[in-house]
């Protein structure tokens, strides 16, 4: 069974720095490709007269998030948080984040600044019209303006400051863009900025992206490529709406259709932290098949000794790709060109290529080499706190466990502890572990502590029926 990506063994990325010649020689896989995909914070900070809302994304998908909101390192700061969902910035703050996968370690870091422009006493300009949409374009007219003061303004959503365009009279919007305009006093400083959003034969003022090709009918799958991202490009391919669906897609550059629908948005972050509308595309199969898929022998399972894997069900013609990692789907890896070594825990994924019929689907095949996952005490009834041990973890591999019972492999995100050395179970509890190449192994504890069972009442002669109670039962 294929277990969840962000428990991957670390044990690749080990050999593969201790024996990187010997790797590239056999396999020709360079590690350059290994290297994890930062996230992305929308909006990526700015300057902002209210509390915004921010979202991280992740083009891995499954591996857990780890953030900061007062600019400390998330891979090593007790502050982190594993990201869950959007959160508020209140106050001026920097949010920190990166990505962990137990395969590839922490990504890099990527860092957004926020400033929550504090109240002035400073009178805040008008601007007419307040933005809108509209069909044509606006002439715009800036009033409010204090005798003695300079009002400045914007038009690239920006807060303006002395350096901006100083407001002299009215002004043409002919595109849709976001105003913004302040009056600056020399005695108060600046004011609060007020704001405009012009929506000129449009519903955003972030562009849509287009899909090349834009759909059609094929023979062969094609390579697609979404062009026009003005911050974070998005993407789905079972037609769902990427700016809300669960299957949405952050793109980092071409991929391979076959038959479904593309649809695809950006999404500004930063200033405007708008979706653009959506672009559709749709590709039909027209009547080629896909060849068929490899097989591996043996095809998975768990052994005590190292074992030699062969690809067989290659058409005449194709060419297979394989992957070590579980997360390549086979495609854009490593030609095929002999049997392969497997001397550890590991995940092989393989497709086969037709320059006329495209990928076949991917195969997998999961190899558990020597493992034998041990909690010590294996569980029982105790009278106090008990140290526990969790032996037959391999070098470099990733062991994680919980206390209450949960899956640790598939699991609630974050639900579970790296296991790091012995812990203390000091109260009745159940404790599971697993590697992402091991089955689940589990123990329960009952510690008893100081508690004694009571039966009330204690026994005697009576004329009527009793009613007995036990108590101290842990």
Not at 112 to 141: H, W
Not at 333 to 350: D, K, S
Not at 383 to 405: L, W
Request: with cysteine.
């Amino acid at each position: 069974m294929l277990l969840g990506k962000r428990f991957k063994c670390f044990s690749l990325l080990l050999v593969m720095a201790v024996f990187a010649f010997v790797l590239l020689a056999h396999i020709g896989l360079a590690s350059a490709s290994n290297a994890l995909a930062a996230p992305r914070i929308m909006p990526d900070g700015g300057s902002f007269k209210e509390p915004t809302s921010v979202n991280i994304f992740d083009a891995d998908v499954g591996d857990p998030i780890y953030y900061t909101t007062d600019g400390s390192d998330p891979e090593t700061s007790g502050t982190h948080t594993v990201y869950a969902g959007a959160f508020i910035i209140s106050q001026s703050e920097t949010v920190e984040t990166a990505v962990y996968d137990t395969l590839f370690g922490w990504s890099s870091e990527v860092s957004a600044a926020f400033t929550i422009v504090s109240t002035s006493s400073v009178q805040e300009p008008v601007i007419s019209p307040n933005g809108g949409s509209f069909t044509n374009p606006q002439t715009v007219t800036i009033t409010g303006i204090p005798s003695g003061d300079t009002c400045y303004y914007s038009t690239d959503g920006t807060i303006p400051e002395n350096g901006n365009t100083p407001y002299t009279g009215p002004f043409t919007v002919s595109q849709s863009e976001r105003i913004n305009a302040v009056n600056y006093s020399p005695a108060s400083g600046y004011s609060g900025a007020t704001q405009a959003d012009f929506y000129i034969n449009s519903d955003s003022l972030v562009a849509a992206p287009t899909i090349s090709p834009n759909g059609g009918a094929f023979t062969t799958a094609k390579t697609v490529t979404i062009n026009g991202s003005t911050g974070g490009c998005f993407y789905t391919t079972d037609g769902s709406d990427p700016r809300t669906s669960s299957t949405s897609i952050w793109y980092q550059g071409p991929f391979t259709m076959w038959s479904g629908t593309v649809k695809a948005a950006n999404y500004s972050g930063g200033l405007f932290d708008q979706w653009s509308s959506v672009t559709s595309a749709t590709f039909t199969d027209s009547g080629y098949a896909p060849p068929a898929a490899p097989s591996f022998s043996p095809g998975g399972g768990s052994f005590d000794t190292t074992q030699t894997v062969t690809i067989t069900g290659i058409p005449s013609g194709d060419l297979c790709y394989y992957s070590l990692e579980g997360n390549q789907g086979g495609q854009g890896r490593t030609l095929y060109t002999g049997p392969l070594t497997v001397n550890q825990p590991e995940t092989i994924e393989a497709a086969n290529w037709s320059e006329s019929d495209g990928w076949s689907t991917t195969t997998v095949a999961n190899f558990v080499i020597g493992i034998s996952l041990a909690i010590s005490p294996d569980g029982g009834t105790f009278n106090g706190p008990q140290t526990v041990t969790i032996t037959g973890i391999p070098s470099g591999c990733a062991c994680i466990y919980t206390t209450d019972g949960a899956d640790p492999i598939n699991g609630p995100l974050g639900d579970g502890y790296s296991y790091t050395g012995p812990f203390t179970v000091s109260q009745s509890e159940t404790i599971k572990a697993a590697t992402s190449f091991s089955s689940v192994v589990s123990a329960i504890f009952v510690i008893n502590g100081s508690q004694t069972v009571a039966i009330t009442p204690d026994g005697g002669s009576f004329g009527t029926a009793q009613s007995v109670t036990i108590t101290g039962i842990p």
